[in-house]
């Protein structure tokens, strides 16, 4: 049966420091080689602005509840791609969190992988995937890998970081992000350093054949 859609939008949401944003992108190289544009369209430029919160507020602020992203920017972004049009995707500076004020201009492609920790959560965003997928990870891995991210580059100290996991990150996943799992036509289990080459694959062929 040929299938006549000229996009395909895959969401992929999972904790932090699941390997999502990995994952996305070796999907992305996998369908360029099969001539399939893609790109990746994260969450994580979609945070609310906090200009009018001091540093020290910004720096306790909860960014892993659903209410810091700004849904309605994200769906007036998603909306205009899929219509054809550019848009202007905002850019988040983690060092100051807070948005920055330059921005990238995106192009729309036939692929579309939005991820992000609530990519599963909103209905608005359910109602609009092709495919639906959740990247599951060790909570000792994840983290290891968001403790490496937070002190290489989003500007926090060990402790800092070590105060975020165990105040907003680790509680935030249990309650918000891991239920989302119920959403995902598929779920993928990533422990470990190497990327689960057999999954990639085989959401790669998935993809190849949406467009055949």
């Known amino acids: 049966m040929t299938n006549n859609k000229s996009r395909c939008l895959l969401g992929i949401a999972g904790g932090s420091g699941s390997g999502k944003t990995t994952f996305a992108r070796r ?36 960014f892993d509840h659903p209410d810091a992203v700004d849904i309605q920017l994200i769906l007036k972004h998603l909306g205009n791609l899929c219509a054809g049009h550019a848009i202007e995707q905002p850019v ?39 495919y639906k997928l959740f990247v599951s990870t060790g909570i000792a891995t994840t983290v290891l890998r968001r403790m490496e991210r937070d002190l290489e580059e989003r500007g926090r100290d060990v402790e800092g970081a070590r105060h975020q996991i165990l105040s907003t990150v680790l509680p935030m996943y249990e ?12 779920s993928i289990n990533w422990d470990g350093e190497e990327v689960p080459d057999k999954a990639t694959q085989g959401i790669v062929r998935m993809l190849r054949d949406f467009f055949h």
Do not use: W
């Open 27 to 62: 999907l992305i190289e996998g369908c360029a080689h099969s001539g399939v544009d893609g790109q990746i369209f994260s969450l994580d430029s979609y945070y609310r602005p906090l200009d009018n919160l001091s540093f020290e507020e910004r720096k306790d602020y909860n």
């Open 92 to 130: 988040y500076d983690f060092k100051i969190h807070t948005r920055d004020q330059k921005t990238i201009i995106q192009k729309p492609t036939r692929l579309i992988v939005i991820e992000g920790l609530y990519a599963l959560y909103f209905p608005e965003l359910l109602n609009m995937y092709d």
């Open 175 to 186: 309650t918000y992000v891991k239920p989302t799992q119920k959403n995902a036509h598929f």
